[in-house]
């Protein structure tokens, strides 16, 4: 295991702008634990939950700021922390302080381009994660997701506020479940089988859209836009980048021998292991569905343009010889005895009639057309 001792100066550089606009990088050959926010800023201010909570009471503030009232309960039951506005860098760096984590872990928490992964340190466990949500233009939206198992408390940080960790806000409030009768563990488990099973809810949705296109493509290939095709195909391979670090971590919480996890919760990610293995498997079918779709559309689309391409081919072939006679008898000789014939004219054009169905009909007989 590592072994992380905070450092006792922290370098933090700070950035804001307006919402969606605001774009923050790192620069190179900064020393490590410079706390520089990574990525967008998602949320227009900084947001601090804390719920407190045991077998038969259960205490919740929201605050803006980071005070005393954030320890003022620490030890006395169970304690989540979750901060959202990683923009915000004075403040989180404010709270992990508090809670003496190392600055390389903070520095991991302010990087929204981290992939997924897992630290099992000596006094915490830190996990780097993503959550998705289906958006109201059926559009995924994905956030950085940060959570530390640490003493009696856990601390999770996110982009902006999110409805991810509704469901177990109420069972927290309502003693539902064993939520209140388990540890922080279950409470680190429960956040991420909630991280989980909105993936599940979003690849439904992905695999809805990619289904309809399917059955357009069977009626229509024009019907289908190529755009549309290939953003859902994007989104499919996106999500199987996100969803693989999960396995990896729920494979190590799963054979850990962490003093943070006790016996009683090893069932869980057990578990949690068994959803995340479901969930890569539904995004790579969903991958060679979208591969699939993709060919067939590609080919479909090959296939529309030869089609016109043959029937445009018959006509200039049936053309062919009726523009070599008109071309014959369009020069300008002085001397050519059918220009003097009464019925030049009417002859040539049953002759034109008569090269061109015999040709259209060669053609239908050989099933060129």
Known sequence: MKNRNPSPATRI???HGRRGQARTRKEPALPPGSLIHVGDRKAESFQLNVITYDRD???????????ESVL???GTGIQWIHASGLHDVEKIAALTSRFKIHSLTVEDVLNTHHRGKIELLDESIFVVSKTAEMQA??????????????GKAVLSFGEAPTTIFEPLLRRIREGSGRIRKMGTDYLAWALLDAIVDHYFGVIDEVEEQLLHLDELLQK?????NALELYG??????HLHRLVRPLREIANSLQHTDCPQLTG??????????????HLVEQTEELRELASNLRDFYITSVSNRMNEVMKVLTCV??????????????????????????????PAIWLIFLVIGGGMLWLFIAKKWL
């Open 137 to 150: 233009d059926r559009h995924v939206g994905i956030q950085h997701f940060c959570l530390i198992l640490t």
């Open 316 to 345: 200039a072939t049936i053309f062919l010889p009726l523009s070599f006679l008109a071309g014959v008898y369009g020069m300008n000789f002085a001397h050519m005895p059918e220009l003097s014939f009464s019925w030049g004219y």
């Open 220 to 224: 229509d290939i024009t019907a289908v």
């Open 57 to 67: 009471h259960v205490e919740e503030q929201q605050s803006a700021s980071i005070d």
């Open 13 to 15: 550089a700070s950035h």
């Open 232 to 237: 859902v195909k994007n989104e499919i391979t």
């Open 264 to 277: 009683a919760t090893q069932i869980f990610f057990r578990d949690l292991h068994d959803h995340t293995a």
């Open 72 to 74: 003022e309960n620490y």
